[in-house]
């Protein structure tokens, strides 16, 4: 099994495991994490909410640029719903001051990503957890960015799952220049 199925199969476990409700999507390859997830959760749901922390068009950047292609346009509103796939998501920021923000329900998912700015930063860690309380959507996954760069990983005690997707096979390149670089050992 190469590593994307072994993601994929570890996130739909999660999707359809009723004892679970949050999931930590840790690994290298951002691109590659954003696009399992989306994946797993177009299979299960219909609709669904994306919190960043970022600027919203830069995560639709970052989606668009997984998927390598446009899955979502430039701008992006908090009042306006997107389709992407057979989903409907709404997007906004959990560190932003959006008057829209959704806290789901049980036929909804939440997507936190990126989250690591938050991991690293007491403020912003405790106002995450917080959002992750109100949040209630059936399912919760979060997913880290730079994960070399965070020190904190007091998360992993507030998750019921936690996912390293390892990606030494299929992207032995990524992890080569991480170890070169001395970002990894």
């Not at 390598?68 to 997007?91: C, D, F, H, N, Q």
């Not at 906004?92 to 939440?110: A, D, Q």
């Not at 403020?123 to 880290?144: A, F, G, P, Q, V």
């Not at 994960?147 to 390892?166: G, K, L």
Request: charged share 25%; proline share 3%.
């Amino acid at each position: 099994m190469n590593d994307r199925d072994m993601a994929i199969d570890n996130v739909m476990k999660f999707l359809e495991d009723d004892t679970q409700k949050v999931l930590l999507l840790r690994g290298y390859d951002n691109d590659a994490k954003v696009k399992v997830a989306l994946s797993c959760l177009n299979e299960v749901f219909n609709k669904g909410i994306i919190r960043t922390s970022n600027k919203m068009n830069s995560v639709a950047g970052s989606i668009n640029n997984a998927f390598g292609e446009e899955i979502l346009p430039s701008p992006i509103k908090s009042t306006t719903a997107y389709r992407m796939g057979r989903m409907t998501v709404k997007i906004n920021s959990y560190e932003g001051r959006t008057k829209s923000n959704p806290s789901g329900n049980e036929t909804t998912f939440t997507l936190y990503y990126p989250v690591q700015r938050a991991l690293d930063d007491s403020k912003r860690y405790k106002n995450l957890l917080n959002e992750i309380k109100k949040t209630y959507s059936r399912k919760i996954i979060l997913i880290t960015t730079n994960e070399w760069s965070i020190q904190n990983w007091d998360i992993e005690n507030n998750v019921d799952e936690v996912f390293f997707y390892n990606v030494e096979n299929d992207n032995p390149e990524l992890m080569s220049n991480l170890k070169n670089n001395g970002a990894i050992k």
